[in-house]
């Protein structure tokens, strides 16, 4: 029986051997036919590793070549799970390396002791003393890479016009977000070979990246941060909200400048309130108040309706539809020209223009001076403005719009407006960027506005204006100015006027007799005073005044 016994279980486990020498075989089978292709493409994925080559971003220079935002060398630290050896250790080491505010060792362990992930950040485009601090410490599957960093080396000036990059260098507010792809290149890649352990055998093969394109603006550093600081002033002395200005070449629209305040360090983007990070000048618009009397003038006088000789009698109030208009001052009835209406900045002078006008007409003349349409200044997101269309106007309209209210204009529209006179009655596009590498810039678009008859007087009654009018206080010793103050209650979210709240600005040009700049300078809620030649007029002076000293522009004044 015993031998029986030997032979039953010989053979049963020679049947065990050969049901499992047929199961292998068949998995043979299956593994090197059905899924050679896919387990090949899996095998070769382990070794072998495409990685992209960031192309570095270009450079954004204002007009003197001073470098506005660049990009600085920065090291990616990251770490593979599956090759981390001391998770804990290495979530500790990082946090007292590079800082609670980089790294929290809290939030890295959690990763570090995830195997789901092969690829873990540690600190991302962190100091590169800080990561080779790190690095050397010798934790088992920690890598680097070089990376670039975005930063802003003037900080504060012209924050809002550039706007900032991300963490992935991807523009996102600003001029680095409207000329992001021509900035950011087109990046390259590699493929390298790994050995088991992570690391680098080989690169195999190379795409080379395509560095962003500079940029060059027509910005003046010197100026922008001239204008800032006089903002800042003027907001503190003024106890307003805030304030914006636009500094301007007449002759071929290039913005000098384009101010705000308060303002932020370019910086610290992340971290500031997205209120205070547009660019108000070109995005924010707001009810001009007098400076918009400018259009109503011009198109009385050019229609031909008037001269500044032209007289009127004027009472303090008129009735307009179910309106009541009257004169900031109060006065009797007096006997006014067209020139001394702009100059006193007559609401009753102004409306009986308008009137003469019509509205039809005016609606041409306004849309003629490009309001409720965009200037096409190269930045993103420009406001139109708002200007009701002619069949949703009101009987009292008339009444309202001539004088500014009604209405509303972008700070650029309104410095667009006055630069047109002060370039003999052509308006010239505003532009920011003067040329891009590698790229053609198209010019600025040009249109006539005024007759250059009709121009001239326009900028004699502006200059009167100043030298005798409401806008004395914009004076400057030694140079001729025209322009306009302007004082315009706010309107509520109800579609009345919140009392007690203005908006006071001033827009001019100097020298008067060859324009070489026009500043504009608006102040949102000012507190201790309304007026703008009290308030906004001053900080026009202050600007112009730099600037004419800063470009060397030879006085035109005789006294």
């Known amino acids: 029986m015993a031998p029986k016994r030997a032979n039953r279980r010989i053979r049963l ?40 080559i960031p192309a570095a971003r270009g450079v954004i220079y204002d007009r003197d070549g001073i470098r506005l935002a660049i990009g600085q060398q920065a090291t990616t630290v990251f770490a593979d799970p599956h090759q981390v050896t001391k998770p804990l250790a290495v979530a500790r080491a990082a946090e007292q390396v590079f800082g609670r505010k980089v790294v929290r060792a809290s939030d890295l362990y959690p990763l570090l002791v995830d195997r789901t992930k092969g690829f873990v950040y540690v600190a991302r485009k962190a100091d590169p003393k800080l990561a080779s601090a790190f690095v050397r410490r ?13 930063a802003y080396p003037q900080r504060a000036v012209a924050a809002p016009v550039l706007g900032f990059a991300g963490l992935d260098n991807v523009g996102v507010a600003g001029l680095e977000y409207g000329f992001d792809k021509l900035l950011r290149g087109r990046p390259g890649t590699q493929t390298i070979v790994r050995d088991p352990f992570g690391r680098t055998l080989d690169t195999i093969s190379t795409t080379p990246e395509r560095e962003g394109s500079d940029v060059f603006l027509t910005l003046d550093h ?7 600081s006089v903002l800042r002033r003027t907001v503190e002395a003024w106890g307003a909200k805030s304030a914006t200005a636009v500094v301007l070449d007449p002759r071929n629209g290039e913005i000098l400048a384009m101010a705000q305040a308060p303002s932020y360090d370019a910086n610290a983007f992340p971290k500031v309130p997205a209120d205070r990070t547009r660019n108000r000048a070109v995005t924010d618009a707001y009810e001009p108040g007098s400076t918009f009397k400018l259009v109503t003038v011009s198109a009385a006088i050019s ?22 208009i009257h004169d900031a001052e109060s006065r009797g009835t007096e006997r006014m020209t067209v020139a001394h209406i702009l100059s006193h900045s007559s609401n009753v002078g102004v409306v009986t223009l308008a009137e003469k006008v019509g509205g039809e007409r005016l609606m041409e003349w306004i849309d003629r001076f490009g309001f409720g349409r965009t200037t096409g200044v190269d930045f993103p997101l420009e406001s139109p403005g708002i200007v009701l269309p002619l069949e949703n106007w009101s009987g009292s309209t008339i009444g309202n719009v001539p004088i500014g209210q009604g209405i509303a204009v972008t700070p650029l529209q309104m410095a667009s407006a006055y630069a047109a006179i002060a370039n003999d009655g052509v308006w010239t596009q505003p532009h920011l960027v003067e040329r891009i590498a590698g790229h053609r810039v198209p010019k600025p678009k040009k249109r006539r506005l005024l007759s250059a008859t009709v121009n001239h007087e326009i ?20 140079y ?8 315009a209650q706010k309107p509520d979210e109800r579609g009345g006027y919140s009392g007690g709240k203005y908006v006071a600005s001033f827009v001019g040009f100097v020298p008067a007799s060859k324009p070489r700049l026009v500043v504009l300078v608006k102040v949102d809620e000012p507190t201790k005073a309304i007026w703008g030649g009290v308030v906004a007029a001053p900080a026009f002076a202050e600007i112009a005044r730099f600037a004419l000293q800063y470009l060397e522009i030879r006085p035109d004044a005789s006294r």
């Open 13 to 52: 486990l020679l049947a065990v051997f050969l049901i499992a020498f047929a199961a292998m075989l068949a998995r043979a089978v299956w593994l090197q036919g059905v899924r050679a292709g896919s387990l090949g493409r899996m095998a070769q994925s382990q070794h072998r590793e495409v990685q992209p």
């Open 138 to 150: 010798g934790f088992d599957g920690i890598g680097v890479q070089p990376e670039e960093r975005r």
């Open 222 to 228: 010197t100026i922008q941060a001239e204008a800032e």
């Open 303 to 324: 229609d031909g309706l008037v001269t500044p000789q032209s007289e009127f009698t004027l009472p303090y109030s008129i009735p307009v539809a179910d309106r009541i």
């Open 459 to 478: 900028a004699r009654m502006l200059a009167d204006v100043v030298a005798d009018g409401t806008g004395v206080e914009a004076q400057i010793p030694g």
């Open 480 to 487: 001729r100015v025209g322009g306009k103050t302007g004082t």
